[in-house]
């Protein structure tokens, strides 16, 4: 099994910036990918980010380009999402996942764990 603790949520001015963390722990030798969802009241789970453990490689939503970045710990068990230019539409829950899989990441039926999630609110 592969536990995962995100930590880092909180309430920001809208244009501010905050700092998500997310630690794995157990089983996460097949873990080839890790990313990041969210999900606001009354909507559908959406991809926001992602990385691969072995080549660094990265993915985003389109609608966080240039405004959030993945990142890796340098012992490979903790990820990062630092969030920048923060929007009161980027208010939602922020989950973390594993994935087994290195291409089609981008959808939450290819992730095989995932952490409680961290609310994110902005305030305008």
């Known amino acids: 099994q592969v536990q995962l603790v995100e930590s880092g949520g909180g309430l920001v001015q809208a244009g501010g910036s905050l700092r998500l963390s997310c630690a794995a722990s157990?089983?996460?030798?097949?873990?080839?990918?890790m990313g990041w969802f969210r999900q606001a009241p009354g909507k559908e789970r959406v991809f926001v980010a992602a990385?691969?453990?072995?080549?660094?490689?990265?993915v985003y939503a389109d609608s966080v380009k240039g405004r959030f970045t993945i990142s890796r710990g340098n012992d490979k068990s903790t990820v990062y999402l630092q969030m920048n230019s923060l929007e009161p539409e980027d208010t939602a829950v922020y989950s973390c996942?594993?994935?087994?899989?290195?291409?089609?990441?981008?959808?939450?039926?290819?992730?095989?764990?995932w952490g409680q999630g961290t609310q994110v609110t902005v305030s305008s």
């Open positions: 996942a594993v994935s087994r899989f290195i291409v089609a990441i981008t959808t939450p039926q290819r992730y095989d764990y």
């Open positions: 157990g089983h996460t030798f097949t873990s080839y990918t």
């Open positions: 990385v691969t453990w072995g080549g660094g490689i990265t």
